[in-house]
């Protein structure tokens, strides 16, 4: 069945260490986004991808990196968590190109807690 | 600039009742509209969008929508509501086109509670 998957779904760190959160979609999607959802619910994107090897940075500063090495596979890292990074994070994909039904899929989140 | 408002943080409706939640939106050009629903620890699940043909859309759950450009309002409609229905719902608007990969644009949610 195709879906979009995140893991881990949460995620307790102390300040400091490296993290990777995944994001997977075997919807067939040319386009990924990763979104930030603070504690008062309202969504800002932070990354963004038209394909492989196409990484964009959104409307929201992130400390965060993206890769976009394989289709499927939009992972994103933070080289040094801190407590001001606590928050969900959320990945969807997109079609593209002609024909495409324009709504985003999301996968079922990260929560993370930076300690 | 694109944007999109939900001027209520909460709706309470009876079990029952017709529930709605509202949204407005201003864009530069055609709008593509879309809902989506969250329940709690989840993803956005989408609901029903409109980008063209009529300005009624119906979508997942029994839900539909009512576009109408002269009040520049994308309403989210329900006859009759479930208690399952709880959830925080969100207005999106995709942005201008060719801008940042098509990102939604959204609007901060509303808290729908249904009480029995």
């Known amino acids: 069945e195709a879906d979009i998957y995140q893991t881990p779904r949460y995620l307790v760190i102390g300040t400091g260490k490296k993290i990777t959160l995944e994001c997977s979609q075997t919807?067939?999607?040319?386009?990924m986004y990763w979104y930030q959802q603070d504690p008062g619910m309202e969504l800002h994107l932070i990354h963004y991808?038209?394909?492989?090897?196409?990484?964009e940075k959104g409307d929201l500063s992130s400390e965060s990196t993206v890769s976009r090495i394989r289709t499927e596979h939009f992972p994103l890292t933070l080289e040094s968590a801190r407590p001001s990074h606590t928050s969900q994070y959320l990945c969807?994909?997109?079609?593209?190109?002609?024909?495409?039904?324009?709504?985003?899929?999301f996968g079922p989140g990260t929560r993370l807690t930076v300690t | 600039a694109q944007s999109v408002a939900q001027p209520e943080d909460q709706v309470n409706v009876a079990e029952g009742n017709p529930l709605t939640v509202k949204c407005t939106y201003s864009?530069?050009?055609?709008?593509?509209l879309f809902w989506y629903v969250q329940y709690p620890n989840r993803g956005l699940q989408f609901l029903l969008k409109?980008?063209?043909?009529?300005?009624l859309v119906k979508g997942s759950y029994g839900f539909e929508a009512e576009f109408n450009k002269s009040q520049t309002s994308f309403h989210l409609k329900k006859p009759s509501a479930l208690v399952s229905d709880s959830a925080l719902y969100f207005c999106?608007?995709?942005?201008?086109?060719?801008?940042?990969?098509?990102?939604?644009?959204f609007g901060q949610g509303t808290e729908l509670s249904v009480k029995p």
């Open positions: 991808s038209y394909g492989v090897n196409s990484t």
């Open positions: 409109y980008i063209t043909g009529d300005n």
């Open positions: 999106a608007v995709r942005g201008p086109l060719g801008n940042q990969g098509g990102k939604l644009i």
């Open positions: 919807m067939g999607h040319d386009k």
């Open positions: 969807a994909s997109s079609e593209s190109g002609r024909g495409q039904s324009y709504e985003q899929y």
């Open positions: 864009v530069s050009g055609n709008p593509y």
